[in-house]
């Protein structure tokens, strides 16, 4: 054999290899199937590799979102847009102006004006500078506050669940374009309470008065190419929710509001400034809207430029100081070696995983990061400017200089901002991921549950049997007649099927009882009854007698199946409506809707079935506070979080947890 | 016993029935079809409420409604709506869940017909099918016509699996004046015709009747289709009414995007390359026919079946109905469901398309945050659905021929 191997050099040996490989001899169907096989084979007998792999690589890029590696630096990609090419006119008269403003409003506040009385005020303020202007009175009743009365004071306070003074009154004004027919339009806007005033009651004066000032200001310029809208919204939110919807004609159940008398063209983008401090020293970008949705990155990067180089004024992420270059913020977290923190990968990497984290809070609950959010839901792409409260540098000059610059490059625009990112994650304010950067992390994992969801069905739909070869021929390998005795089985699609839906209505009777007044009034009374009820309510499945005969697939591991598909199936599409709710599903959903299964003792069913059903219910007995914030989001901001939670998410881990209660 | 126990099962049948229509009716007459009226994805330039409406409106007031670019509705709706029918919405709504009880009545009787019994308890089942499936329900309550499409395609088959050809043939011109595309139907219904509808997918053998009996029976179709072309020209008054509504089908003047493939890729079309494609792309939908009526000639039902799916997925101007027809009728085939071979994969395609689409839809139009790629992306992935349902139909009809799967041997396509 080996002396006529050698016979046929070796270049003949491969050349004939590959022929034999490429031209066909024997049955090419026969050679198909076997490739086919083979290739099945190859994959199903790693599947467990494939899947571990992908929930790995998915969580572990996670990890890599904050990596100072990934990422780029932002630009400008609209050219229309310009920033900082302009010189600006607003000097220290115009903030003398403001000074006076904010003296007569501090006489307001201290006069304790109704909302009513103090919108009146600023309407004809603007009025006095010739700017045409008007007032709306708005009241919302929802189940979390019934008001009838009219507020004095807007604060409110957070600890309260009702939150009572949700009527009040906007004052807005409408500078017509000089140069245009006013079919577009820019909106400048300052809530009353500032964002810090959520809390502590903080009022936004001096964002107020800002734009008292500017309205004067920029009255006197002829080049303003769209109406220049400026609205003072009462409260935090709700004001600005009542104008919007007044704006855009939606109306609202539990929203009652009076019309605008004054309206505009299209609103394209908009400002809204927040000063709450004496002074500031740095001006913070908050930016994500209602829904998960964010605004055109060009507004974010204009606003960036403009504010470094012709006000020079630095420019944060939230309110989060760079601790690369504030001695301030340059602090190792107790947690962390100094040593460590100093390595500049490491300090940049926390920064940054700060950003991400924030980020993610502000999205992944749909309410947005401020005032600014209402904007997106009509398509407007805004920003909120927020003068981090400090002893200096900067004041009325630097915001003032900021905001008129950041306006001439939005009256630059020809179109709606398009060009640049809508789908994005700001590690920092001058460097962020792009899609492709962040989106696979949750994708991989939603299709490492898909594999697992499909080995599963292709387990359910095989029995073995083995019984009797075993028992004949035990001198035979049982690996051999094992194989030989694979059969199919039927799977009970129909009834789990039923019993998904079971969990989805459920679902929906869960969130028609939460969003009630009853509810909502006496909610740490009836939190506890309410999770008894429902938790209670897959403990049915242990009356489910096992299903002796071996044709039938057993009924859990088909609900796993269909569960797990599903689950994959809600995240992957989530992503790109709000990634961030999408990654928190993968971490809050993916590894207990994999390991939920069956177990033989009673007493370890019982402790995963708890398990899924406090990572489902939980929230009604440990984040009572967010619930009720949560309904009012969906009440007065219709904010889908609070319905997602209780329609999607709920429902996903209660077939978990039925998953764990049924018999093996 | 036995008379009484049918009986029983019969009346069950109709209570159920009438159960699942007034469920739909209530739905029906909510505030829903207000919202959905003007969506994409539910009603097309041919089918949509609000267009029929205004041509109504014009045809009222002497203004030819074909003169402008609006309407594009066959003169048949809209002589039916201008005088028999008020022009309101909720009575609207009644009559589209009539027309879609109508639809589900007749897959059902459908059904019957194929398993040659008077009834059984599975009748139940494919009605709620066809009027449970929210894409045709979806459609239903935004009124579009395509729901009086399927109705009408349904009643054609029906009809001619009971044997009653002339009705057939009626119902089927009617169809083809509402929408030029279900030409392609003729040849399968034809066949459907001069054959039995049961099941003969297990046996497959040659077609013993001779084609020639199609003849008559294409002609009396011809006829009927002249007849009510001419009835349409005396209500449109004149010719224009034929480039607004069939022309339409052929031309593609409305690129309004929907579920279909062929909006988007005549928005990008260079205008010199347009009479070509729309040549190949109406064209492309006529070389299926033949092919399908020859390979499942002993079971023209099924030809039947599987050129509605080719029509749902390749038709200009698609709504959800027109799959949602193909997808409701693999019901009343449960002898291919065990050779299936990706039935999972299937189901799952669609629920990501089914959700994706209204999600890209939704960044495109209203958030702004997405393109008009995003929707075009989905609609690939729901051909791609579409098509894999379709694909593995044709592979259950034939391979059930071969029989159950026997242990080491492997059935392949050559």
Known sequence: ?664 | MASKSTRTTFSNFQASFLALTAVRLWISLTDLSITLKHDHQLSSPLTSFSQLQEGIYLFKHDIDPYSGGSFRHSPILLSFFATILPNSRKLASVLWTLIDAAGAWSLVQIWRSRQNVISSPWDILIASLYLLNPYIFLPSLALSTSSFENTLMLLSIMLASQGRASASLLALSLLLHLSLSSIVMLLPILLLLINDPHSHLASPKPMANSLRKMVPLFGEFTVYTGILTILSTIVAGSWAWIPQTWGATLTLPDLTPNTGLWWYFFTEMFDHFRPFFLMVFSVHLLIYVVPTCIKFQHDPLYATFIMLGILGTFKPYTTLSDPGLFLSMIAIFPETYPYLRHPIVTALLHLHSALLMPLFHHLWLTQGTGNANFFYATTLVFACSNGAALVDSIWAGLRIAIGPPVDNYTVVQE
């Open chain 1, 1 to 664: 054999m080996d002396s006529s191997g050698n016979l046929i050099p070796r270049w003949r040996r491969v050349l004939l290899r590959l022929r034999e490989s490429v031209l066909t001899s024997g049955d090419v169907n026969e050679k198909r199937i076997r490739r086919r096989k083979r290739l099945v084979d190859i994959i199903t007998r790693r599947l467990t590799l494939v899947k571990t792999a992908l929930f790995i690589s998915g969580y572990l890029w996670f990890l890599l979102i904050p990596s100072p590696h990934l990422g780029r630096g932002t630009y400008i990609d609209e050219n229309a847009l310009q920033p900082g090419q302009v010189n600006t006119d607003w000097n220290w008269g115009d903030v003398h102006v403001a000074d006076n403003y904010l003296a007569r409003l501090e006489q307001i506040r201290d006069g304790n004006f109704t909302s009513e009385q103090r919108a009146q005020w600023l309407s004809e303020e603007f009025g006095k500078l010739g700017i045409a202007s008007s007032t709306q009175r708005y009241s919302f009743s929802t189940s979390t506050a019934v008001c009838t009365e009219d507020s004095v004071s807007s604060t409110f306070s957070r600890v309260d669940p009702t939150f009572q003074h949700l009527n009040g009154s906007n004052a807005y004004a409408v500078l017509a374009s000089p140069r245009h027919s006013g079919t577009e339009a820019m909106v400048i806007s300052a809530s009353w309470v500032s964002r810090i005033g959520e809390e502590d009651g903080t009022l936004n004066m001096r964002g107020v008065s800002t734009i008292l000032a500017l309205a004067g200001f920029l009255k006197r310029y002829s080049y303003w190419g769209k109406d220049i809208i400026f609205v003072v919204s009462d409260g935090y939110l709700e004001g600005m929710q009542a104008w919007l919807g007044a704006y855009h004609g939606v109306s609202q159940s539990g929203l009652s509001r009076e019309p605008l008398k004054l309206t505009s063209g299209v609103i394209w983008t908009a400002l809204n400034i927040d000063y709450p401090g004496h002074s500031f020293s740095h001006l913070g970008v908050f930016f994500e809207g209602l829904n998960g949705r964010m605004p055109n990155q060009d507004l974010i990067n204009s606003f960036d430029r403009i504010a470094r180089y012709t006000a020079g004024v630095p420019v944060t992420l939230y309110e989060h100081l760079d601790p690369r270059e504030e001695p301030a913020a340059n602090k190792s977290p107790s947690w962390l070696p100094q040593a460590l923190y100093n390595i500049s990968e490491v300090k940049s990497y926390l920064y940054q995983a700060k950003n991400v984290v924030r980020h993610m809070k502000y999205q992944a609950n749909g309410r947005g990061s401020g005032v600014h959010g209402l904007f997106h839901q009509f398509r407007i792409d805004a920003i909120t400017l927020f003068a981090l409260p400090a002893t200096g540098p900067h004041g009325f000059h630097a915001i003032g200089r900021t905001i008129e610059s950041t306006l001439r490059t939005m009256n630059n625009l020809l179109e709606r901002l398009h060009a640049s990112f809508f789908f994005y994650i700001m590690t920092g304010p001058q460097r962020f991921l792009k899609i492709g950067f962040y989106l696979p992390s949750a994708i991989l994992i939603s299709m490492g549950m898909m594999f697992h969801g499909l080995s599963a069905w292709v387990d359910a739909g095989w029995v073995q049997e083995n019984i009797d070869y075993e028992a004949s021929e035990p001198k035979k390998p049982t690996t051999y007649s094992q194989k030989q005795t694979w059969k199919r089985r039927r799977r009970p699609v129909i009834s789990v099927l039923c019993i998904m839906i079971a969990t989805h209505l459920l679902g929906i009777i869960l969130f028609s009882l939460v969003s009630s007044t009853l509810f909502m009034e006496n909610y740490k009374v009836l939190s506890p009854i309410v999770f008894t009820a429902f938790a209670s309510v897959p403990l049915l499945a242990l009356q489910i007698s096992p299903i002796s005969n071996p044709d039938i697939a057993p009924i859990f591991l088909v609900l796993k199946v269909l569960n797990l598909c599903f689950a994959s199936t809600v995240i992957s599409i989530i992503t790109l409506l709000n990634f961030s709710l999408a990654a928190s599903l993968t971490v809050l959903v993916g590894m207990p809707l994999v390991f939920s299964s069956p177990s033989v003792s009673l007493h370890w069913r019982l402790m995963k079935f708890a398990g899924c059903v406090n990572l489902g219910l939980g929230w009604l007995l440990f984040c009572q506070g967010e619930m009720v914030q949560a309904v009012w989001n969906w009440e007065v901001l219709t904010v889908w979080f609070a319905p997602f939670i209780c329609i999607v998410y709920l429902p996903l881990l209660l077939q978990a947890s039925v998953t764990c209660l049924l018999p093996p």
